[in-house]
């Protein structure tokens, strides 16, 4: 018999898990998403990319600011459900919405567990230099990410991989594995395996200001953090003008042979020196404009060899 489940989820990586298991017998009675944020210039209210996608299947959709409020847990434990899927949703789970489906909450987390626990797992993992990373269901528990494993898919991160073709790839690896999890679930057929202790490591939150290009790290650690960062915030340096600084975003580099000043532009073409090797800039937005190929770049803003970036 189909599964009775509650969807929990919110960006466009939760909104491809979504779409998969709409796809699928099992019957999605509500969809639980963060409620509109102020979004643009206009700071006009902007709909979830799970909710916009749950109307368009024509799914109840349930928008709380908490579920720690006792009339919102007997709301959703009214839902009568087997199973709860909860996919980068956003909100701290109490024990109360834990407990309350009839298999408890599962979870599609990204990354291959213990390995990069918290929120930032897809960025944390290219910024290591990680050369495999991969998409997991497992069974939530109140600690962050602790909870026993039930299935897993590896993905191979390329050496090209920037954080959201990393994401995109891995959504459609989460998409794939969490409607196999649910059929296994209902079959009676999955285990539960506990996670390692041993390998556990923390993928925190991307602070705004590590988002700043430090040149005299080496080439390799830079080109891990552009792409680690790409498209979002984004690494960046500042880029003198007779106007004063002007902010430049870095979405892709590719490291080569080069010494000189960290900082210091090596030749016409936007090869820069770094504490080790350098690294040559090939996609670059600067404050308030698009994203351009270096050419492109280069014809609307000139960074001569011997230009010092900041």
């Given at each position: ?39 643009g210039r206009g700071k006009a209210l ?36 087997d199973v709860a899927v909860i996919v ?157 600084p002007v902010r430049v975003k870095v ?60």
């Open positions: 018999m189909a599964l009775r489940i509650a969807f929990m989820g919110t960006p466009a990586f939760a909104a491809s898990a979504l779409s998969a298991l709409a796809e699928t017998d099992h019957d999605i009675v509500c969809v639980y998403t963060q409620p509109p944020r102020p979004a902007r709909h979830s990319a799970v909710h916009d996608l749950a109307q368009s299947l024509g799914l109840p959709v349930r928008t709380p600011k908490t579920l720690r409020d006792a009339d919102e847990q007997a709301a959703f434990a009214a839902l009568d459900l980068a949703y956003g909100l701290i789970l109490p024990v109360e919405i834990l407990q309350a489906p009839r298999f408890g909450c599962l979870n599609l987390h990204g990354s291959l567990l213990p390995r990069w626990r918290g929120a930032a797992p897809i960025q944390r993992a290219i910024m290591a230099g990680d050369h495999v990373t991969g998409v997991q269901v497992m069974q939530m528990e109140e600690g962050l990410d602790t909870g026993p494993v039930l299935m897993s898919q590896s993905v191979k991160i390329d050496s090209d991989d920037t954080a959201g073709r990393l994401h995109d790839k891995l959504a459609a690896a989460g998409a794939a594995l969490m409607p196999k999890a649910l059929d296994a679930l209902e079959a009676g057929t999955i285990t539960a395996k506990p996670q390692s202790e041993d390998g556990v490591t923390y993928a925190h939150k991307i602070d705004k200001k590590e988002a700043r290009i430090d040149w005299s790290c080496p080439a390799e650690e830079l080109d891990r953090l552009i792409r680690g960062l790409s498209p979002f915030p984004g690494a960046w340096f500042e880029l003198p003008s007779p106007k004063g979405l892709m580099a590719v490291p080569e042979a080069g010494h000189g000043t960290p900082g210091e532009v090596l030749d016409d073409h936007l090869l820069v020196a770094c504490g080790e090797g350098a690294v040559r800039l090939t996609r670059l937005q600067r404050a308030g404009k698009g994203v351009q190929a270096a050419d492109d770049f280069l014809r609307g803003q000139a960074v001569p060899k011997g230009t010092q970036l900041a």
